[in-house]
């Protein structure tokens, strides 16, 4: 027997609350479905952390030399006031995970929203996996910043002159005005630039990442999220505050592993585990 999903796309904020906003931000177009309704919403932080790896062959053995870092895939699953961490291997195994925990938990039919950075993996990944669910990608603001902020300190003479670039830039894309930042950096100053190798690959990268660009000026005064900063604190529980000490080195599974110890701790369903093999999926409020 298949389980039918109806994904419903009507979970947003109510008309007159948004329209309420635009007004005092100023804001002309905008559209309702974007803005979802915290009540209906699973907010899903997604990233990739990696650990120094461990050396298993000789170093002169250079046919078959070593990538220097494990990686690991965290999720952070809030929904309301309760939440739950899966981590994973790669950022597939992490999502098919994902998708166990909505189902067990019953909310496939929810607007589900993914916080992540502008990586390609997890944007092709994630449209892959969850193409039946009602899902959205919002490109996280924090890597937004910082990706502008690298790439123009490659490609313009100065600190004083990129920050005051940056202080145009940035305003358009808090309010998603992604056309008139990619203006913006096809028309500086030849003057000004030292490498326009970088502004090329700046403007490719918010032509690839778009969609993915809301008005997050829109966003923060309905009081929607903006950030993955809680699957960076995810992060921290699981991977980095215990594998990140100096001298540390890893393998795969035992990197892997040790996180997935870490994250049966934290859903409180570690003494399960241990007892009967089993974790219960099942969201909680935090301890």
């Known amino acids: 027997m298949k389980m039918k999903i109806s994904p419903n ?31 209906e919403t699973v907010n899903v932080s997604l990233d990739d952390v990696g ?8 170093p002169k053995d250079e046919e078959r030399q070593q990538a220097k870092r494990v990686e690991n895939t965290v999720l952070h699953v809030q929904y309301n006031d309760k939440s739950y961490i899966l981590n994973a291997a ?3 195994s992490g999502l098919k995970l994902l998708v166990g925990l909505l189902l067990f938990n019953g909310l496939l039919n929810k607007q589900i929203v993914i916080f ?36 123009l300190s490659m490609a313009l003479k100065g600190s004083k002159i990129r920050n005051e670039f940056l202080e145009e ?9 992604v056309n008139r930042a990619i203006r913006l950096l096809q028309n ?43 699957g960076e604190k995810a ?36 003494k399960q585990w241990i007892h009967r093999r089993d974790v219960g999926f099942e969201l909680r409020s935090a301890a």
Not at 51 to 58: W, Y
Not at 237 to 255: A, D, F, L, P
């Open 9 to 39: 796309p009507d979970h947003h904020i109510e008309q007159a609350i948004i329209e309420n906003a635009t007004i005092r931000l100023n804001i002309d177009d905008y559209k309702a479905a974007d803005y979802e309704s915290p009540a």
């Open 51 to 58: 650990v120094k790896r461990q050396t298993e062959m000789r």
């Open 90 to 92: 790669s950022v597939t």
């Open 116 to 151: 992540a950075d502008g990586a390609r993996i997890i944007h092709s990944a994630v449209f892959k996996m969850l193409h039946f669910a009602n899902v959205k990608i919002i490109l996280d603001w924090y890597h937004l910043q910082k990706k502008c902020k690298e790439h």
């Open 169 to 177: 830039l940035m305003p358009c894309l808090w309010f998603g005005n």
């Open 188 to 230: 500086i100053e030849p003057k000004k630039i030292k490498n326009h190798e970088y502004i090329r690959i700046l403007i490719d990268y918010f032509v690839r990442v778009n969609n993915y660009i809301p008005c997050y000026a829109l966003r923060k005064e309905l009081g929607l999220r903006n950030s993955s900063n809680l």
């Open 235 to 270: 992060n921290d529980i699981v991977v980095s505050n215990r594998q990140k000490h100096n001298g540390m080195s890893w393998s795969n599974k035992g990197s892997t592993s040790f996180a997935t110890v870490a994250s049966a701790s934290y859903n409180q369903e570690i």
